[in-house]
């Protein structure tokens, strides 16, 4: 009898190789180790190669292995996207979505959408990961995720993306500011600024709004640079300095008084949708993507509440 790779091979694969620990993948998917590590051992017997390193209990991917990697991944994805054609056929009553957006989108815009769509079809499994803008559009392209929000423009050849939704990226800090004071380039190339990580869309965008003041961002006073919208917000309502940060986030601070938004317009920005331009269009995505459009509002503007 011939021998077939099965997918599930290829489950373990992938999973040991994305955690280089054979107990915590077969942990992960609730299997035994002596199960997963079969699985492995079948993978290399077969084709005489090795896919792991194996150092004492330590273990890493080969060179054949971060190729072999690649390439797993996308059988998988497409084996997916068919259980997925599957399921959505006919009506929309069943099947999965899976979705990935930037912080900002994940936490502040997309939960009152996702509440509807959930109310509408309750028996649809939606899957929300959150990534920084540049993380989901990887899982966009490598077919992990079947629809991403993201809130910068993203260039992949292979990826459609379009606005979908809007927001206001506004200066905040802990006291208010004088009577007539102007937020021009001296006051801002002045300023101590805690800033969100590199590749985040709030980053992007508030680069892109220094640049376009005549201003490069790197020569700036950053005294903190934090991984999240809420430790940049905490860190700001403490003292720490000014943060751009989305009207989405700072809405809430601002209505308490805790902080203040600085006169300075740095416009709306928008929010872009992420497909992949030749995979299968799944019926979940687009009922999504059709109550957005039917439901979505302007950006708030935080200022009126300062």
């Known amino acids: 009898m011939g021998y077939l790779m099965t997918l599930e091979q290829l489950r373990i694969f992938v999973a040991v190789a994305e955690r280089q620990h054979m107990t915590a993948a077969a942990r992960a998917l609730n299997i035994t180790q002596s199960a997963a590590s079969a699985a492995i051992a079948a993978l290399e017997a077969r084709h005489d190669i090795r896919l792991f390193h194996r150092v004492g209990r330590g273990i890493s991917l080969t060179e054949a292995g971060v190729l072999f990697l690649e390439e797993a991944r996308g059988v998988l994805a497409r084996a997916s996207a068919a259980e ?9 009553k069943r099947g999965r979505l899976r979705l990935v957006a930037s912080q900002t989108i994940a936490a502040y815009w997309l939960p009152p959408f996702l509440a509807e769509f959930r109310g509408r079809w309750p028996l649809v ?10 993380q989901a559009a990887a899982k966009v392209h490598d077919g992990t995720a079947d629809l991403g929000i993201v809130e910068g423009e993203i260039d992949d050849p292979v990826l459609a993306h379009w606005p979908i939704g809007e927001d206001r990226l506004v200066l905040v800090q802990a006291t208010g500011a004088e009577r007539g004071q102007a937020v021009d380039t001296a006051w801002l190339r002045g300023a101590r600024w805690v800033m969100r990580e590199k590749g985040s869309g709030t980053r992007s965008t508030f680069d892109g709004v220094m640049r376009r003041s005549g201003i490069d961002p790197e020569e700036l006073d950053v005294a903190l640079v934090l991984p999240s919208n809420e430790s940049v917000r905490t860190a700001v309502e403490a003292g720490a300095g000014v943060a751009a940060l989305s009207a989405l ?15 300075f317009d740095s416009g709306r920005r928008a929010f872009y949708g992420l497909r992949h331009k030749e995979r299968y269009r799944g019926k979940a995505a687009d009922a999504l993507l059709s109550l957005i459009e039917e439901q979505r509002k302007p950006a708030p503007d935080p200022a009126r509440n300062s």
């Open 249 to 263: 986030v700072v809405a809430p601070s601002v209505a308490a008084g805790t902080l203040h938004v600085l006169p």
């Open 84 to 92: 997925r054609v599957l399921d959505e056929l006919g009506e929309l």
């Open 125 to 134: 499994e939606v899957e929300l990961m959150i990534g920084n803008s540049a």
